[in-house]
Structure formats: C-alpha cells, structure tokens
C-alpha cells in the first residue's frame, strides 16, 4: 500500500507542473485576446523586413511600404491607377528650357508642426545623392543636375537629358520620399529612432510606436493635404514574420486582418478555398524572363559555328515551344501569370506582341512551328541548349520553373536541354562574364513607367551585357524617354516591343500577380500598377 | 571540463597539508579556467570571419541583379572587401580588442543594439528551456530509475532518445501543428499577440523580457498571453535538453541507490519515494550543473531553429536573418557574444562544480 503511494507521489511531481502550464496557457486563450484588432484599427502582417525608414538609405520593398504610408511625394498615384499627378505639389510640368517645375501646396507641414517647404524638398533629394548610400535609391536620380528653389513653394529640377518623361515616375518611387530637413542628416542615414522621435512625417499616417521589424503602429496624420486623403480607418499595426506560414495561419485565425507580402503559392491557393478569408488579386511589376547571350548561345557570335541567323531560329523557336500557361498553373498556382510583353499588363505601353509571333497565336505552345522555324534556318535538331537558373534568389520555385521549362524544351524532340544552377553571388558575377549562354532573370522595377522594363535590357551596354545591340532600338528608346506627346511616346513604346519581340534578347516568361489577404469583414484592399499597397483606405466591419 | 575523481589520500597524510594545496591549486585551476576563455573565443571568430567570406559579399548578395560589373566592382572596393583578407581579419580584430563591434551592413544598425535588444529575448527562452529541461527532465529521471529496467523505465529511455535526437525545428512544427493548428490551444508564433505587444511597447524603460514587461503593466491577460506565447517554444528547446536530463538522473540515481548509506536508511524504515528525493536525487544532481554548461551552447545552436520557427525574435533568429544576407559585421558580433556565453557558462559551472564537488582535481 505504502509503494503505491509513493509511486502516485512520484508520478504527480512530474505531472503536477506539466499540467499547470497547459491550464495557464488554456487560460490565456480563454481570455479572448486572440490578438485580433479591435473597431477600426486594423492589423497588417508582412514577411518583408525594413532596412531604414530613411528614403536616402534603403530601397527595398519592406522600407518602401512604411515610407508610403508616412512621407508625401511630389507625384503619386491614387490607388487603382499607376499613373502619377501632384500629391503635395499644386502643379508640375515641364517647363521650356525642358526641366521639371513643381509648386507646392501652401501651408505644408510636418506633424512635428516643422514647416514643409521647397527647402526641404531641395534637402531631401540633394541628401540621397550626396549620401550615395550602398542600398540607397541614388541611381534613380542619374538623370537629376541640380534643384533650385526660386521661392518657398516652387521647386526646378534641373536634368540633364530635359524633358524626361520618365522624371515624374521618379518622384514617385524609392528616391522621391519628401523629408524633413529639420531632422533629417544632410550628410549621412538618420537613425529610424531618430526619424520617430523626431515625428518626420508629412504623409497620410505617422508612426506613433516602432519596433524594429517587429511591430509599426500608425495613426492618421491631420497635416496631411495630398491626392490620398485621410486615413479611412483609425489605426493600423504592422507586424512582421519571418516566416509565410506563420503569417498565413495568423490570417487565417482572424489573428490579423491583412496579410501582404509575401505568401508562397502553395498558402495563396490554400487560403483561395478558405471561408474566413478572401484573396484580392492585383498585377505585379515583377517579371521573369530568359536571358539570351549573343555570343555564347548556339550558333551565338562567339561561337565555332556562329550564324545569326540560326542563332534567332533558335531563340524564336524556344519562344514557340515554352508553355507559360503550364509554368504559371503548375509551379505558381496562378500568383504569377502567363507574360507576352516586355512592359508588364497593368502598365502604359503594354502590348502582347509575343502571343502574335509565337507559339499557337493565342498565347499556347506551337512545335510543329518551331520545327518549321529551325528547318527552315537549317538548323539541325536536337540543339543542345546550356540553361541555367538560380535556386536561391528568385524565389524557392526557381528550380521547380526551370525543371518544366526542360521538360517542355526536351519533350519537342528539337532540344536537348542540360540544366544547371548556381548560387547568388557566384551567379551575378556568371551571368555577366558570358558564363551562361542562356540564363534565369528576375526583375522588379524601380517604378512603374514602361522605360524601366526596356532602357536596362535592350540598349547597346544594357545591364545585361548579353551583347545585344540594335541601332533602331537605340534611337527609339532614346526618343521615347524625352517625347512629351503621350499618345507618341505609347507608339515609341509599342515599337521598341515590336522590334525586341523580332530579336528575342529576351524572352518573358511570367508577370508576378500582387496578392493580398483580408479578413472577411475587411474592404478597401487595392493592388494596382504602382505596386504600392496603402493602408489608408482599408476598413472593417 | 575536467571533472577527474581524485585519487584517495596517503594514509597518514596530515590532514592540513592537502588543504594548503588544495587552496593553492584551486586558484590555479580558477586561473587556468578563466584563461581558456580567450582562445575559444578568438578560435571560434577567427571561424566565422573567414567562413563568412567563403560564401560571398554583402554586395553582390543586395545589388547582384542591378549592378553592371564595374558598378559592382566599385561598391565592393569603396566597401574595402577586395583588400587582402588578412588586412580586413586584423582591421577586425583591432577593432573587436577595442570594444567596437561597428554597425550591420544590412540596417545599419549598431551590434551592441543588437545584441541587447535581442539578447534579453533569447535569454528569456532559454530560462524557459531550461525549466521545461528541469521540470520534465528531472522527475522523469527518477521515475525511470524508480521503475528501473521495467516497462515505465524503458519507455522513458525511449522517450530521452526521442527529446534529444528530434531535430528542434521538426519538434516545433509537429507541437504547432498539435496544439495551435489543430487542438487551437496554443498560440502559432510570436512572444505575445499583437494587442499584447503593443501594450508592452507602451511601457517606459523595457527590458525586452516579455514576462518581466507584462507583469510590469498589471494585466493577467497579458502574463497569460505572454506564458502562452512561451509554452510550445520552450517545449521544443526544453525538451532537447530534458532527453539528457532524464538519462543523467536516471543513471545516477540508480548508482546513488545501489551505495551503503541508501541501503543503511532502507534498513532503518525509510520509505522509496524518501529514499529517492532525499537520499539519491541529491547527489544525482551535481553531474547535472556540469552539463548545463554543455546544454547552454546546445540551447543556444537550438534557439536559431526554435526561434526561427516560433518568430520568437532573439539572437537566433536575428543570426538566421543575418546570414541570409551575408551581413558579415552582424554575423560576427552575434557569434562573439554567443561564444562568451558559452565559454563564461562553462567556466562558472566548472567553478561551482569545483566547488560543490571535493573530487574535482585541480
């Protein structure tokens, strides 16, 4: 009798605390604070990171989503459209001599009651360049010679290529955040505890708590006087994860009200038959696209049996066998469509030149064509093709992407493809020293303007150094970038497509969709052509 | 550690003269302990510098895709990470020998920062392992030695094997699928909710101990949430470290139980459970101290892949962003105050060890 006591006394010593915690944890869920928001506020969650709330410092999507909530542009765009007018700027134009003239409204502030006037624009985009910082947006202001402020309200920028129709975009993206002189280094990256406790903002919202990638929270700004207009909710909180399964389940529970940035394709088609949540849908600036080298390829400039002529059989043929309705639906479920253009759908400029010219017509695989193109070249098939991707910087698909674009190539029966990948940093320094003569490319634009998806990749010189060069392309991207006729400069914009859709330097494959989840009681989740994602007009209940 | 049983004594030694050594030697072995701490630090920086440097730049890893060459080559060269790699190595030790541990490539921000806001966090998960480790560990230990070579017995061994050989990232997964996906029990990730957090941001002067901060705002649904939030992360470490616990008691409190002086008491009347706290666990227990200066780097290396998979947001989890980002400065100031942890931990515990147990040769 007395062992058995003993045991039980023994068991219960072990179980007792166990057991206490598991009811101190049921407790707590018992309390009801699911960690849901309550009334209007609204709770965001992100998988992206901020670098520096300091425009000068960071240009990365994480840091770019706060400054859109609290900093004000010069242009910007409503949500729904990617196409800029004046945010805090009264007017702005180009003016004879071909630079930018902007006015600022009168009466600007910052909610730390610091005026907001030319000098501090003057201020903020002379600080990006001269602080010239390793990840900051210096490079968009390459086309920018000096800022002159005649009067407190109207600022000139003076360019160096005038009438850059480009320039507006500009004032818009990463570089283009307004900021306050009073607060902000002229010399250096400000502190973000700096920026808060300095309360910089002259945006839609200002921050009234922050913690580094860990909770932001925001309430509207009254000083506020762009096209955005007040803050439709009370307070919103960012909250950040590190990993998109959390941030799903969280979204799932109703623990948050929006997740935004960055679910995997799997989680997005998951949440799509959920009844707790709903998924809004968006374009995406992100495009993904293989490379062609011009000297390396088959048949490529440098090469022992170098032909142009097959050398384009071969990346026309390739454009007609690639199936990217497949790629989108079976690697991506659909949070990437199908692209026929160099300028993403969603933007000016946009067009489908490649469903035309190849494949079926309509936008699917033609083999029977591509055998045609290659016999009609005298190209001999198989053609062996040396395709390399990367697995670690383009997303966790990249290797299941490149291994069905073998397998469509292969199963023509015109090509034999010989799959390779390599990691990041070894890949940048290949893909530019003719290391690879056919590569994975990814890119997201520096704003949304048609220029951007076609000066980096078809100019003599381009990033890309793939040795592509053609001198009617040349001119017309150059034309392009100063013609102040909208409806000419579309054309321009049109014809670069056509004539690089001919070429194939390179060939898109995919467009990234924008994808936003919201709670059902949640309204005013907008994703557009700016790929900026504003809090401000998001509602409950 | 060097914890030798010391051979028996002379007879007829004097009884003072051992003590005098013993005093001196002590103090020599302190010293000796203490000095050890340096090279293990230096051993396992010099490490990482050179490990990190193996998998490329910070440069080339953020602007790879946007840079030409040139462009490229003129970032990494205003960087100063083209010059000779012994050239940055003793720029790097000059600087950590002062002090200055510099500022995060990736966000600028300043290492001590870092390791203080973070720090506080992990250490908080670590207290919380290592009483999961004592409170699950210990009585298991005794149960299976109490139940020796029975079925109670066996299954626990199974279970030890089991808490220690589970790889941590794969035991949080299978405990948040459990009790937070589908029992709805338990929260899925973070150290507290959202409402709670903000309201612990509210506080003046936190010391990123969320228990600590809750409590300081007097509301039980904060310390329940912030417990809750606590429970399934220090079970996934925890249990890595009770898996050792349970054997070391388990074996030492079937050796105490086996010696003279237990069967002595047993003669005299004394009851098992008796028997087991009072007269085997006590001594059971030193080995124990000795090994939690092991566990703690065994925590540590843990709290990457716990915190990692809970978005508890401590050094481990700063360490993993770090790296991905090849953020050499951020990388090497984490590891050098992980590495003195470690090394400061196992030289106090073989200073209490020495301490607490008279056979510690010095």
Same mark, same amino acid.
């Given at each position: 009798?007395?062992?058995?006591?003993?045991?039980?006394?023994?068991?219960?010593?072990?179980?007792?605390?166990?057991?206490?915690?598991?009811?101190?944890?049921?407790?707590?869920?018992?309390?009801?604070?699911?960690?849901?928001?309550?009334?209007?506020?609204?709770?965001?969650?992100?998988?992206?990171?901020?670098?520096?709330?300091?425009?000068?410092?960071?240009?990365?999507?994480?840091?770019?989503? =706060?400054?859109?909530?609290?900093?004000?542009?010069?242009?910007?765009?409503?949500?729904?459209?990617?196409?800029?007018?004046?945010?805090?700027?009264?007017?702005?134009?180009?003016?004879?001599?071909?630079?930018?003239?902007?006015?600022?409204?009168?009466?600007?502030?910052?909610?730390?009651?610091?005026?907001?006037?030319?000098?501090?624009?003057?201020?903020?985009?002379?600080?990006?360049?001269?602080?010239?910082?390793?990840?900051?947006?210096?490079?968009?202001?390459?086309?920018?010679?000096?800022?002159?402020?005649?009067?407190?309200?109207?600022?000139?920028?003076?360019?160096?290529?005038?009438?850059?129709?480009?320039?507006?975009?500009?004032?818009?993206?990463?570089?283009?955040?307004?900021?306050?002189?009073?607060?902000?280094?002229?010399?250096?990256?400000?502190?973000?505890?700096?920026?808060?406790?300095?309360?910089?903002?002259?945006?839609?919202?200002?921050?009234?708590?922050?913690?580094?990638?860990?909770?932001?929270?925001?309430?509207?700004?009254?000083?506020?006087?762009?096209?955005?207009?007040?803050?439709?909710?009370?307070?919103?909180?960012?909250?950040?994860?590190?990993?998109?399964?959390?941030?799903?389940?969280?979204?799932?529970?109703?623990?948050?009200?929006?997740?935004?940035?960055?679910?995997?394709?799997?989680?997005?088609?998951?949440?799509?038959?959920?009844?707790?949540?709903?998924?809004?849908?968006?374009?995406?600036?992100?495009?993904?696209?293989?490379?062609?080298?011009?000297?390396?390829?088959?048949?490529?400039?440098?090469?022992?049996?170098?032909?142009?002529?097959? &050398?384009?059989?071969?990346?026309?043929?390739?454009?007609?066998?690639?199936?990217?309705?497949?790629?989108?639906?079976?690697?991506?479920?659909?949070?990437?469509?199908?692209?026929?253009?160099?300028?993403?759908?969603?933007?000016?400029?946009?067009?489908?030149?490649?469903?035309?010219?190849?494949?079926?017509?309509?936008?699917?695989?033609?083999?029977?064509?591509?055998?045609?193109?290659?016999?009609?070249?005298?190209?001999?098939?198989?053609?062996?093709?040396?395709?390399?991707?990367?697995?670690?910087?383009?997303?966790?698909?990249?290797?299941?992407?490149?291994?069905?674009?073998?397998?469509?190539?292969?199963?023509?029966?015109?090509?034999?493809?010989?799959?390779?990948?390599?990691?990041?940093?070894?890949?940048?320094?290949?893909?530019?020293?003719?290391?690879?003569?056919?590569?994975?490319?990814?890119?997201?634009?520096?704003?949304?303007?048609?220029?951007?998806?076609?000066?980096?990749?078809?100019?003599?010189?381009?990033?890309?150094?793939?040795?592509?060069?053609?001198?009617?392309?040349?001119?017309?991207?150059?034309?392009?970038?100063?013609?102040?006729?909208?409806?000419?400069?579309?054309?321009?914009?049109?014809?670069?497509?056509?004539?690089?859709?001919?070429?194939?330097?390179?060939?898109?494959?995919?467009?990234?969709?924008?994808?936003?989840?919201?709670?059902?009681?949640?309204?005013?989740?907008?994703?557009?052509?700016?790929?900026?994602?504003?809090?401000?007009?998001?509602?409950?209940? | 550690?060097?914890?030798?049983?010391?051979?028996?004594?002379?007879?007829?030694?004097?009884?003072?003269?051992?003590?005098?050594?013993?005093?001196?030697?002590?103090?020599?072995?302190?010293?000796?302990?203490?000095?050890?701490?340096?090279?293990?630090?230096?051993?396992?920086?010099?490490?990482?510098?050179?490990?990190?440097?193996?998998?490329?730049?910070?440069?080339? &890893?953020?602007?790879?895709?946007?840079?030409?060459?040139?462009?490229?080559?003129?970032? =990494?060269?205003?960087?100063?990470?083209?010059?000779?790699?012994?050239?940055?190595?003793?720029?790097?030790?000059?600087?950590?020998?002062?002090?200055?541990?510099?500022?995060?490539?990736?966000?600028?921000?300043?290492?001590?920062?870092?390791?203080?806001?973070?720090?506080?966090?992990?250490?908080?998960?670590?207290?919380?392992?290592?009483?999961?480790?004592?409170?699950?560990?210990?009585?298991?230990?005794?149960?299976?030695?109490?139940?020796?070579?029975?079925?109670?017995?066996?299954?626990?061994?199974?279970?030890?094997?089991?808490?220690?050989?589970?790889?941590?990232?794969?035991?949080?997964?299978?405990?948040?699928?459990?009790?937070?996906?589908?029992?709805?029990?338990?929260?899925?990730?973070?150290?507290?909710?959202?409402?709670?957090?903000?309201?612990?941001?509210?506080?003046?002067?936190?010391?990123?101990?969320?228990?600590?901060?809750?409590?300081?705002?007097?509301?039980?649904?904060?310390?329940?949430?912030?417990?809750?939030?606590?429970?399934?992360?220090?079970?996934?470490?925890?249990?890595?470290?009770?898996?050792?616990?349970?054997?070391?008691?388990?074996?030492?409190?079937?050796?105490?139980?086996?010696?003279?002086?237990?069967? &002595?008491?047993?003669?005299?009347?004394?009851?098992?459970?008796?028997?087991?706290?009072?007269?085997?666990?006590?001594?059971?227990?030193?080995?124990?101290?000795?090994?939690?200066?092991?566990?703690?780097?065994?925590?540590?290396?843990?709290?990457?892949?716990?915190?990692?998979?809970?978005?508890?947001?401590?050094?481990?989890?700063?360490?993993?962003?770090?790296?991905?980002?090849?953020?050499?400065?951020?990388?090497?100031?984490?590891?050098?105050?992980?590495?003195?942890?470690?090394?400061?931990?196992?030289?106090?515990?073989?200073?209490?060890?020495?301490?607490?147990?008279?056979?510690?040769?010095?």
């Amino acid at each position: 009798m007395a062992s058995v006591s003993h045991k039980t006394r023994v068991l219960a010593a072990m179980t007792i605390p166990v057991t206490a915690a598991l009811v101190l944890a049921g407790c707590a869920s018992d309390s009801g604070d699911n960690g849901g928001s309550e009334g209007s506020s609204i709770i965001v969650g992100t998988t992206d990171k901020v670098t520096f709330l300091d425009p000068a410092g960071s240009y990365d999507n994480g840091s770019f989503a =706060i400054m859109n909530q609290v900093f004000p542009f010069l242009m910007n765009s409503k949500p729904g459209t990617s196409d800029v007018e004046p945010d805090i700027a009264e007017s702005a134009e180009f003016n004879a001599d071909g630079d930018y003239e902007v006015t600022l409204k009168s009466g600007l502030k910052f909610a730390n009651g610091n005026d907001l006037t030319s000098s501090d624009v003057k201020f903020t985009f002379d600080r990006v360049i001269a602080i010239n910082a390793e990840n900051g947006p210096w490079a968009l202001l390459g086309n920018l010679d000096s800022v002159e402020t005649p009067d407190d309200t109207t600022v000139v920028f003076h360019l160096k290529n005038g009438n850059d129709q480009t320039f507006p975009q500009v004032l818009s993206s990463p570089a283009g955040p307004i900021v306050d002189e009073e607060v902000f280094s002229a010399d250096a990256v400000t502190s973000d505890d700096d920026i808060v406790k300095g309360e910089a903002f002259a945006g839609p919202y200002t921050i009234t708590s922050y913690k580094f990638n860990e909770l932001v929270t925001f309430a509207p700004n009254k000083e506020y006087q762009g096209i955005l207009g007040a803050p439709e909710n009370d307070d919103v909180t960012l909250k950040y994860y590190a990993d998109s399964s959390n941030l799903k389940l969280d979204v799932q529970e109703g623990n948050i009200d929006v997740a935004y940035r960055s679910l995997s394709a799997t989680d997005v088609a998951d949440l799509r038959g959920q009844d707790s949540v709903e998924v809004v849908d968006g374009p995406g600036g992100e495009l993904r696209y293989i490379v062609f080298n011009f000297d390396t390829m088959p048949f490529g400039a440098k090469t022992s049996d170098a032909d142009p002529a097959k &050398a384009l059989a071969v990346r026309q043929a390739i454009a007609d066998v690639v199936d990217r309705e497949e790629i989108a639906e079976q690697v991506y479920k659909d949070t990437y469509t199908a692209v026929y253009s160099f300028v993403p759908q969603g933007l000016t400029g946009a067009t489908e030149v490649l469903k035309e010219l190849y494949g079926d017509g309509s936008g699917g695989p033609d083999v029977d064509k591509a055998k045609e193109r290659l016999e009609a070249a005298g190209v001999t098939v198989p053609v062996e093709l040396n395709l390399q991707y990367n697995p670690d910087h383009y997303g966790e698909s990249s290797a299941d992407e490149y291994a069905l674009v073998k397998d469509q190539l292969d199963a023509s029966g015109l090509f034999t493809v010989n799959l390779g990948s390599t990691e990041w940093t070894q890949y940048s320094k290949d893909r530019t020293a003719d290391v690879y003569p056919m590569y994975q490319l990814g890119w997201f634009p520096d704003y949304s303007d048609a220029d951007n998806y076609l000066t980096p990749f078809f100019a003599t010189d381009n990033f890309l150094l793939n040795h592509y060069s053609n001198a009617e392309v040349d001119q017309e991207i150059t034309q392009q970038q100063t013609e102040v006729d909208p409806a000419a400069r579309q054309k321009l914009i049109e014809d670069i497509q056509a004539k690089v859709a001919a070429d194939l330097s390179t060939l898109p494959l995919l467009q990234g969709a924008q994808t936003v989840v919201v709670g059902t009681d949640v309204s005013g989740a907008v994703l557009d052509g700016s790929f900026k994602f504003r809090f401000g007009t998001l509602t409950k209940g | 550690m060097t914890t030798v049983t010391a051979p028996a004594a002379p007879p007829g030694a004097a009884a003072s003269a051992p003590k005098r050594a013993r005093g001196g030697g002590f103090w020599r072995y302190l010293l000796v302990r203490f000095l050890l701490i340096f090279p293990t630090i230096f051993i396992l920086v010099t490490l990482v510098f050179f490990l990190m440097r193996l998998t490329g730049d910070p440069i080339t &890893a953020s602007l790879g895709d946007r840079l030409t060459p040139d462009q490229l080559a003129e970032r =990494i060269h205003e960087a100063g990470y083209d010059r000779p790699i012994l050239v940055q190595y003793l720029e790097y030790l000059g600087n950590v020998f002062t002090g200055n541990f510099g500022s995060s490539i990736t966000d600028g921000r300043p290492i001590v920062d870092i390791l203080l806001s973070y720090g506080s966090a992990t250490l908080e998960l670590a207290i919380y392992a290592l009483i999961v480790a004592f409170i699950v560990g210990i009585p298991l230990g005794m149960v299976a030695a109490y139940f020796r070579d029975r079925w109670g017995d066996a299954g626990l061994r199974v279970f030890a094997i089991l808490s220690y050989a589970t790889p941590v990232f794969f035991a949080g997964l299978v405990l948040k699928l459990i009790f937070s996906v589908w029992l709805k029990w338990l929260p899925v990730a973070g150290r507290a909710s959202t409402r709670t957090e903000i309201k612990l941001q509210s506080l003046d002067h936190q010391t990123g101990i969320y228990l600590i901060d809750a409590i300081r705002t007097g509301s039980g649904a904060a310390v329940g949430d912030v417990l809750a939030h606590a429970v399934l992360p220090a079970l996934a470490l925890g249990l890595l470290t009770a898996g050792v616990f349970l054997r070391l008691v388990r074996t030492n409190v079937i050796g105490t139980l086996s010696r003279d002086y237990v069967d &002595a008491a047993r003669s005299r009347g004394v009851g098992e459970y008796r028997l087991v706290r009072k007269h085997a666990l006590k001594p059971a227990l030193v080995p124990i101290i000795t090994v939690i200066g092991l566990q703690i780097a065994l925590l540590l290396g843990g709290a990457v892949l716990t915190e990692t998979t809970f978005e508890w947001k401590g050094l481990g989890f700063q360490l993993a962003y770090y790296l991905s980002k090849r953020d050499f400065v951020a990388v090497q100031g984490i590891v050098a105050l992980l590495a003195v942890i470690v090394a400061l931990t196992n030289f106090i515990v073989d200073l209490v060890a020495a301490i607490l147990d008279p056979r510690v040769r010095y």
